[in-house]
């Protein structure tokens, strides 16, 4: 059973920048590749980026790319997302998800989930 507890959620101001942070605790494989995805009010989950293991692999959907860097830190079994240049329609809960095999482009393919933490963009 893996945990995955995520922070750094928050209101912020159009342009403005937050770091979401999620630390894996439990069961971890040695290779556990993690990734964050976001769902605003009405709408489905969607996909926002990943990572793997090793950090030499990553993938942004479109809508972040350029904007948003997701990275990991494997000593402390942490993964990153830096967020900037934030847009009103990134308001959403940010969850930090995870799972052993690769790809992760998908909500589907995590198997495990965080709580998810708020993030607020006003305009």
Known sequence: QVQLVESGGGLVQAGGSLRLSCAASGRTFVRYHMGWCRQAPGKEREFVAAI?????RTLYAD???GRFTI?????????????NSLK???TATYYCAGDPALPLEYTSDF????QGTQVTVSS
């Open 63 to 65: 809508a972040v790319k």
């Open 52 to 56: 793997s293991w090793s950090g030499g």
């Open 88 to 90: 009103p329609e990134d």
């Open 111 to 114: 198997r495990d989930w965080g």
């Open 71 to 83: 990275s990991t830190d494997n000593a402390k079994n942490t993964v990153y997302l830096q967020m």
